[in-house]
């Protein structure tokens, strides 16, 4: 079982949808969550943080993390074509063996089509 | 201020070659990272280091080398190249508590092996 799961997609949404992208984990160690958006041929610029079980919103943007399922979220309210990216969750532990190294997901590649 | 620069963004390698991929940082920062990337299969670490002088592997080492003499400076280098080392390669940084912060990545470099 790998320790981040994350479903690659494509998902493709009329501009103005929310969208809702998942991961699993496995490792309990994992304490910090990151979602990272990629455009084409670009590399990943971190686009949202949290720690700790809850939610956690940005502008259009919310993480949700869900510890006790091990299940992280993002939602992305009123998509916009300037979201079509591919968006990777990240995560870490705390103090430890795993501090500062992140595991990241598969990503899933999203289009917003106006 | 750069942030994290890569050379070369683009090189093709015929089998048994070898190179070097370079990655320099303009932040001072210690903890530094290699990644690479696959289609569809997520970020997956070749090696890292915490400091100057100090290197350890990450999930993927083999085929693989790097050094760390300065704190800008982390160059990877492929012996004998393969054709599964066909991919794209991320270097990143990030400030001294590790992963907690972000990484910064720099903008990549696409490998082919023919």
């Known amino acids: 079982q790998k320790e981040v799961e994350q479903d690659p997609g494509p998902l493709s949404v009329p501009e103005g949808a929310i969208v809702s992208l998942n991961c699993t984990y496995s490792?309990?160690?994992?304490?910090?969550f990151m979602w990272y958006r990629q455009y084409s041929r670009k590399g990943p610029e971190l686009l949202m943080y949290?720690?700790?079980?809850g939610n956690k919103e940005d502008g259009r943007f919310t993480a949700q993390v869900d510890k006790s399922s091990k299940y992280i979220s993002l939602f992305i309210r009123d998509s916009q074509p300037s979201d079509s990216a591919t968006y990777l969750c990240?995560?870490?532990?705390?103090?430890?063996?795993?501090?500062?190294?992140?595991?990241f997901g598969r990503g899933t590649q999203l289009t917003v089509w106006p | 201020n750069a942030g994290v620069t890569q050379t070369p963004k683009f090189r093709i390698l015929k089998i048994g070659q070898s190179m070097t991929l370079q990655c320099t940082q303009d932040?001072?920062?210690?903890?530094m990272y290699w990644y690479r990337q696959d289609p569809g299969m997520g970020l997956k670490l070749i090696y890292y280091?915490?400091?100057?002088?100090?290197?350890d592997k990450g999930e993927v080492p083999n085929g693989y080398n790097v050094s760390r003499s300065t704190t800008e400076d982390f160059p990877l280098r492929l012996e004998l190249a393969a054709p599964s080392q066909t991919s794209v390669y991320f270097c990143?940084?990030?400030?001294?508590?590790?992963?907690?912060?972000?990484?910064?990545f720099g903008s990549g470099t696409r490998l082919t092996v023919v």
């Open positions: 949290t720690y700790s079980s």
């Open positions: 990240a995560m870490c532990g705390g103090r430890g063996s795993t501090l500062g190294r992140l595991y």
């Open positions: 990143a940084t990030v400030a001294g508590t590790g992963g907690l912060d972000g990484y910064t």
């Open positions: 280091s915490v400091g100057a002088g100090i290197t």
């Open positions: 932040m001072n920062h210690n903890y």
């Open positions: 490792n309990s160690a994992f304490q910090y």
